[in-house]
């Protein structure tokens, strides 16, 4: 049967003229995140000599790239990525999994085949029909020198090659002239930064970190006005920051660290109003902070650390309200005393100070910053009390050690000597509280001794308790009744029977306890990594015991056991958005005011997380297969495994953790996890449920503006009914929304709290109820 006569599912056909007929032919291949495996040499590309779009990324195929791709003249659209690709190109050989052909397709403008394995060097002959525009093949095992080809493509918007092996001298790279994004972090390059990069005029990330280049900053970088990321950190760069680097207004991410720059720290930076994460830290900068610094006011992360700075730490600093994540002076040569100011800085979790010669006492101030999670100004020569306040109540004695005098009700610490006046008031107190303590002990006496022996005479509470009480077994409390043989009866001993969906770290089960309530059951997978495994177990009991939200899977309890790893949720019937967006049935259920309601089920979710926990919490990993729906299609964020809470000494700066295609793009540039992450995929989401199906060519679009000459009606996921004209105003502000959050940069995105108030504004207030009218489950809910 014909693909094109069957409506088959991802596949599009057009009518070609062969002679003096017309035929049917399959032009477009589009199944992304399809959940297809298998061999991808099984697939015979020369039966359709038409094809030109294939995307088959997000799934599981393997093996080598077969052959007859480079039979495909018409194709301009190939992506491969995050499968499981493999292989290596055989030696001046035409075989292996990447022909040398494939560079030599001349209507080729997009390829991506990042996240795989893929090996051997890379093909020459790319670029040569003059159309490569998007080139990406990060996060995989390539090696040798970059193909001429593609040092000369000036067709170029993006050439992404990060972590691979790859080597050679980068000082002749471009001119690219249409260039709007480059990256070659982790790789082993050399050589220096050209000027010609400064005809790059479109250009907004440069990501040349972890290699080593060497040289110094060209100051006709400063010509980049649209650049938002420059991240050059870990190489051997020499020389002066050139001051006309403050030039670039649109500047947000700026990391220079870990090179060898010297001279001083340009008062010009203070003129980068958009700045929020500046690093310059493990350098050779000398003189003294510029005063100017204070006036980036969008700063979030300030980082001048190991340097040979010296001279009075800049009262300036304390107008940077926004610091949140880092503020690290330490390993300076800083003086003088500490400013009062820095009390200013009540968003700042993480402040170092260690490691220089500071003086004075510690500001009272220190004592009202309320985000304060770590303070460490250990190495110093400060001296006198250490503050009051909920973060001195259980300070290490690391933060303070080496210092001149420091005193205070820290263990470690002396006791601070008490003034004449304060130990007159003091013995008064202590009168006081003797004569009151002598009958309330007697009270409390009795009270205990009424709970411990008279009550539990009348009523003896159930134990819960494990089979083998050899092997111990923590499990949190379910109404009294939830034990270890209560999750094993009920799935037969995590029998397959009862399996309703398995991912990469856990393999979730169906269980009807003995009372009826059904529940899902993670089961946590044995792998080699532990500790790794653990740390996110314990990540998500800590996450999930700390919130509880009506669009929040509830967490009942758990059990860490040798053998043992499990999570006891809410049992949600519908199971997870991706499962019901891929199947064609559910889909036409998923009607278009469901599908508004999903999305603003979500952002109330994550707007929660964000603003309405103390601390904030990123969840790091919204994507459709960690949203579930129940009977009344009703949303529910879930997995908080690699969730974080928003503090700097619970690692913020991290691996790389979450979904391929819903990770933000700044952490291609920066380890910095933020809440704007969340943001960005939960725009990725949005596109999700409006289109049916991952967006993505969307993303490129996004990424150029181009999204403002699409049709919504092109865009829209044609299973459901036809919206009606308020369904099509409501899906309008959903494609507003979500392409607000897949800006490029951070800074452009709107907080979850705007996103929320936005679809919560844009809601159609509910029919008015008469005598014959109930109101309906999503009306109550609602309320």
């Known amino acids: 049967m014909s693909p094109c006569s069957s409506n088959w599912t991802g596949i599009a056909c057009s009518t070609v003229h062969r002679g003096n007929r017309k035929s049917l032919v399959v032009t477009r291949i589009s199944l992304p995140n399809s959940s297809i495996n298998g061999q991808i040499g099984e697939l015979n590309f020369s039966a359709l000599p038409f094809l030109t779009y294939i995307d088959l990324s997000f799934n599981s195929l393997h093996g080598e790239i077969p052959l007859s791709v480079t039979s495909l003249n018409a194709l301009s659209y190939l992506d491969l990525s995050v499968n499981s690709l493999t292989g290596q190109i055989p030696k001046n050989e035409i075989s292996g999994f990447l022909p040398q052909e494939i560079g030599l397709l001349p209507n080729l403008s997009y390829l991506v085949l990042f996240g795989n394995q893929m090996s051997g060097p890379l093909p020459s002959g790319f670029c040569k029909g003059g159309k490569l525009q998007w080139f990406n093949v990060g996060d995989n095992l390539f090696t040798g020198t970059i193909p001429k080809s593609l040092q000369t493509c000036n067709s170029l918007k993006q050439l992404g090659l990060s972590f691979n092996h790859l080597m050679g001298d980068i000082s002749n790279l471009g001119p690219y002239p249409h260039l709007i994004e480059v990256g070659l972090r982790r790789n082993n390059l050399s050589g220096q930064l050209s000027k010609t990069w400064a005809l790059s005029i479109n250009l907004t990330k440069m990501i040349i970190s972890e290699n080593m280049i060497s040289g110094s900053l060209p100051l006709e970088l400063s010509n980049l006005v649209n650049l938002v990321a420059l991240s050059l950190h870990t190489n051997n760069l020499t020389g ?10 649109n500047m947000y991410s700026l990391n220079l660290s870990r090179n060898q720059f010297s001279g001083h720290i340009p008062s010009e930076l203070g003129r980068m109003r958009n700045l929020q994460f500046l690093d310059i830290s493990h350098n050779k900068f000398s003189g003294s902070i510029p005063e100017e610094l204070g006036s980036c006011t969008k700063l979030q992360c300030l980082m001048i650390d190991h340097n040979n700075l010296s001279g009075y730490l800049p009262l300036a600093i304390g107008n940077l309200e926004n610091l949140q994540i880092v503020l690290d002076l330490s390993s300076n040569k800083l003086t003088g005393e500490l400013p009062a100011q820095l009390g200013n800085l009540g968003m700042l979790e993480f402040l170092n100070l260690s490691h ?16 304060l999670s770590t303070l460490d100004v250990s190495y110093n020569n400060l001296e006198g009390p250490v503050p009051e306040g909920r973060l001195f109540l259980d300070a290490s004695i690391t933060w303070f050690v080496h210092n001149k005098g420091l005193c205070g009700n820290i263990s470690g610490l002396p006791t601070c000597p008490p003034a004449p006046i304060v130990e007159y008031h003091k013995r008064r107190i202590h009168s006081f509280v003797l004569a009151i303590s002598i009958p309330v002990c007697i009270a409390v006496i009795i009270i205990i001794f009424i709970i411990v022996i ?47 969906g398995s991912g990469g770290y856990g393999t979730v089960y169906k269980a009807q306890l003995q009372e009826g309530r059904l529940v899902a059951v993670k089961r946590l997978h044995q792998t080699e990594e532990a500790m790794s495994d653990e740390k996110r177990f314990l990540s998500e009991i800590k996450v999930l015991t700390k919130i509880r939200h009506r669009s929040i899977v509830k967490m009942y309890g758990f059990c860490s056991h040798p053998r043992y790893k499990f999570l006891v949720y809410d049992y949600i019937e519908r199971g997870n958005l991706h499962v019901i967006l891929g199947n064609e049935e559910l889909a036409k259920d998923l009607d278009w005011q469901k599908r508004v309601a999903v999305a603003r089920d979500v952002a109330q979710a994550i707007y929660y997380l964000h603003h309405e926990c103390d601390p904030p919490i990123i969840h ?3 994507t459709s297969n960690n949203i579930l729906l129940d009977a009344d299609f009703n949303a529910y964020v879930s997995d908080f495994g690699i969730a974080r809470m928003l503090k700097p000494d619970s690692s913020n700066w991290s691996e790389l953790a979450g979904t391929y295609g819903y990770i933000a793009p700044e952490l291609s540039y920066t380890s910095v996890v933020t809440t704007k992450c969340d943001v960005y995929s939960f725009g990725v989401v949005v596109l999700e449920i409006v289109m049916g199906r991952y967006p993505m060519e969307l993303q490129s679009l996004a990424a150029t503006g181009q999204h403002q000459e ?74």
């Open 620 to 622: 790091r990993d919204i």
């Open 356 to 371: 220089n010669q500071f003086n004075g006492s510690i500001p009272s101030s220190f004592g009202r910053m309320i985000s």
């Open 454 to 500: 008279i009550i539990p005479k009348r009523k003896r509470p159930q134990k819960t308790t494990a089979t083998d009480t050899r092997d111990v077994l923590s499990v949190w409390n379910f109404d009294g009744k939830l034990a270890f043989e209560d999750i094993s009866r009920a799935t037969e001993n995590f029998s397959d029977r009862y399996i309703v």
């Open 240 to 249: 002066n920051i050139p001051p006309e680097l403050g030039n670039l207004g």
């Open 710 to 783: 699409l049709a919504m009606e092109d865009m829209l996921d044609k299973r459901p009914l036809t919206p009606t004209v308020v369904e099509k105003k409501e899906v309008a502000v959903l494609v507003e929304v979500a392409f607000a959050c897949l800006q490029t940069s951070p800074q452009f995105r709107p907080e979850m709290q705007d996103v929320y108030q936005k679809l919560a504004l844009h809601k159609p207030p509910p029919p008015l109820a008469s005598p014959s009218h109930a109101p309906t489950p999503e009306e109550i809910r609602e309320v």
